[in-house]
């Protein structure tokens, strides 16, 4: 087993991050950090639990620690569910002090020698921690994820980029979980609509060039195509929705073929679902209630392909597309043997 932590285990992604961890079969999660005002704390009394899985009684005992290097020394691996303001350094004194990082913040996720990782799209751009290792001198690594809305986008644009896509617009409706759980007052959600969310749209049309993009074994060539979002919150407690025009080769008939013959290139990791893409034929589908959960939420469903071509796709944002994501990407990571 090898020994893992969370840091900033007690807010809504590190609360996710828990729940994944607790039973494992790779991963043993022995360090649990969080802000000063839980420190010493049994986690049990630190942690508000607000998911609608069981508390993880095997946790409650385990005291919280403070999210500082000297307090990571005993672990090989820490998932990092900090807030982007604190992850920069904290990440990087892991890495040069040799503990590996799979990191659900924004702080790196562009950097030339940092892998940004959906597994089923671009697995091979871990072999930028070989860079990492051999010319910034690191002992450990960073490996991040994408942005919630980015991972389903991008899992919903792989079983059509072999119809060379050319362009992509996408109009997101976003779950109220992806702002935390205070993130956004009651009465402003309810009843309501807000057609903004802070950065969100810049890290979409970013970030989808680089992971579809193309790795040489030293850099990273963008996907050549853009990207033009739109990002709104809605009432809905978790499951990203979102509609996307593509510009590309494909008719109706080939997307909809692409979508329901799609494949992960590997199998056999635990926290990877059966369908990493499902399509759904019926009219009104995908839905967030509905479809959030699929695959232990780790699917992202498609469905109302059109000529356009226009679809709808949604997955669960805390768990595909925040920390399921950093777990698959560690698991893939000790597939890999890097850990």
Not at 169 to 180: D, E, L, N
Not at 254 to 262: E, L, N, R
């Amino acid at each position: 087993m090898i020994s893992v932590g969370v840091l900033g285990a007690t807010g809504a992604v590190g609360q996710r991050f828990v729940q994944l961890l607790s039973d494992h079969p790779y991963f043993d999660l022995t360090t649990l950090t969080a802000s000063k005002r839980s420190v010493g704390k049994r986690y049990a009394e630190a942690v508000n639990w607000r998911l609608d899985s069981p508390f993880p009684a095997s946790l409650a005992d385990q005291r919280v620690v403070d999210t500082d290097i000297s307090a990571l020394k005993d672990v090989e691996l820490v998932f990092s569910a900090l807030p982007a303001e604190l992850a920069g350094s904290i990440e990087l004194a892991c890495a040069k002090a040799g503990v590996g990082v799979c990191s659900n913040a924004s702080t790196h996720r562009m950097f030339d020698h940092v892998p940004l990782v959906v597994p089923e799209i671009n697995g091979d751009h871990l072999g930028l921690v070989d860079l990492q290792r051999d010319e910034d001198g690191y002992d450990g690594f960073i490996v991040t994820n994408p942005n919630c809305s980015t991972i389903m986008l991008t899992l919903s644009l792989h079983p059509l980029q072999q119809y060379h896509i050319r362009d992509v617009k996408v109009s997101t409706m976003q779950a109220i979980s992806g702002a935390g759980f205070e993130g956004v007052p009651g009465m402003g959600i309810l009843d309501n609509m807000i057609p903004y969310i802070g950065s969100e749209e810049e890290k979409m049309e970013r970030e989808t060039g680089k992971i579809m993009g193309e790795f040489d074994g030293s850099t990273i060539t963008p996907a050549p195509f853009a990207v033009s979002a739109s990002c709104h919150r809605v009432p809905v407690i978790d499951g990203h929705t979102m509609a996307v025009w593509v510009e590309c080769d494909a008719s109706v008939d080939m997307a909809k073929k692409a979508f329901m013959s799609y494949k992960a290139p590997f199998s056999g990791l635990p926290t990877q679902p059966d369908d990493s893409v499902l399509y759904h034929s019926e009219p009104d589908r995908p839905q967030p209630r509905l479809d959030r959960m699929r695959g232990g939420g780790m699917t992202v469903s498609v469905g109302r392909v059109r000529e356009g071509l226009r679809y709808v796709t949604m997955g669960h944002n805390t768990i595909r597309g925040a920390a399921g994501g950093s777990v698959l990407n560690a698991e893939l990571l000790k597939e890999k043997r890097y850990l």
